[in-house]
């Protein structure tokens, strides 16, 4: 019967990651730019119950979550008319450096300009490589084209690094909405198939409702296993008073 215990408790470890997945998602669904997680599950170890079981016979030990990475489906666009603002059209994205200083990849096109004057993420991340605006020139002066190139009163102060990787859906997470590449998903190249669309901005594509049936699934799953255990710690309560 322990065997039962370890089994619903793993299947409440596994409902617990899911229900933190889509509780970020639905946290993010107003982020720019923003993927949600794609969680699924797996077996856990199978082994043979013991004697008196017939041949071929195995029991597992639950399932656990496992992550897929993250769904790169775009998000709606949605002008904002807004200089700075570029949302993505292609598999591509902006490349910047991270608060740590590492190179980091990011959708989200939300622009701001520093106390330097360099072009950067709202939360704080310079665009890599750097474009600094000069003195004396405002938000209103600036004009990024559809092929990234950045310009102010006809001069142009740069374009924008736009990048693709081989397999986007397993860029790691990091900080700030952005990701950091890895083996899995491939070296970022310059991007092909990448376009840009001005005071624009690309949305979360958080699928609220999918995400709330997916949360109260997760719920009645979580619930189903707890009481699993409490019925296993039931019969282990009879089995001992037999034995008295």
Do not use: H
């Amino acid at each position: 019967m322990i065997e039962g215990m370890y089994t619903a408790a793993a299947g409440m470890a596994a409902q617990q990651a899911r229900l933190d997945a889509v509780a970020n998602d639905l946290a993010n669904a107003n982020t720019t730019a923003y993927k949600s997680n794609r969680v699924a599950f797996r077996d856990l170890l199978y082994q043979k119950p013991g004697l008196g079981a017939g041949d071929g016979v195995m029991i597992g030990s639950g399932s656990a979550a496992t992550s897929l990475g993250r769904n790169m489906t775009a998000g709606s666009i949605q002008q904002t008319q807004r200089p700075l603002d570029v949302a993505l059209q292609g598999p591509g994205f902006l490349q910047v450096t991270g608060l740590n200083g590492k190179p980091a990849l990011t959708r989200d096109g939300n622009l701001a300009i520093d106390s330097k004057g360099r072009i950067t993420l709202s939360s704080g991340e310079v665009l890599s490589p750097k474009i600094t605006i000069p003195k004396g020139v405002n938000e209103s002066d600036i004009t990024i084209g559809n092929d990234g190139t950045v310009m102010a009163k006809d001069k142009k102060l740069g374009t924008l690094n736009i990048v693709e990787v081989r397999s986007p859906g397993q860029l790691q997470p990091a900080a700030n909405n952005t990701f950091t590449t890895g083996p899995e998903s491939g070296t970022a190249t310059k991007a092909k198939m990448t376009t840009i669309a001005p005071a624009s901005l690309e949305q979360s594509n958080t699928d609220a409702s999918t995400a709330m049936v997916g949360m109260i699934e997760a719920q009645r799953a979580f619930q189903l296993a707890s009481r699993a255990i409490k019925i296993q710690d039931q019969s282990w309560e009879i089995a001992n008073q037999v034995k008295r």
